[in-house]
């Protein structure tokens, strides 16, 4: 089991930055990527960046560019550094884990970008 917990979420202002992290525990060996989803109201889940365990990265075209996401060097941590976000960016984020084919997810933190 891998247990996945969101941090950093809030409110921010349109051209502003905030940086969202994820803690992973349990059974954390061999998790092959983790990343972040987000789900806005009333649209489905999506996918916003990936990290696989090689470091190579994986980014939704409307982010590229403006998000950065990175591991800590412990490798159970991801970061997601959301720049100049847009107000289409509000969503709740969640963090995705995959280990052996089995998708893990948190909670969810809830970000709010003003216009």
């Known amino acids: 089991q891998v247990q996945l917990v969101e941090s950093g979420g809030g409110l921010v202002q349109a051209g502003g930055s905030l940086r969202l992290s994820c803690a992973a525990s349990g059974s954390i060996f061999s998790i092959a990527s983790m990343g972040w989803y987000r789900q806005a109201p009333g649209k489905q889940r999506e996918l916003v960046a990936a990290i696989s365990s090689d470091g190579s990265t994986n980014y939704a075209d409307s982010v590229e560019g403006r998000f950065v996401i990175s591991r800590g060097n412990a490798k159970n941590t991801v970061y997601l550094q959301m720049n100049s976000p847009k107000p289409e960016d509000t969503a709740v984020y969640y963090c995705?884990?995959?280990?052996?084919?089995?998708?893990?997810w948190g909670k969810g933190t809830l970000v709010t970008v003003s216009s």
């Open positions: 995705h884990a995959i280990r052996y084919g089995i998708n893990y």
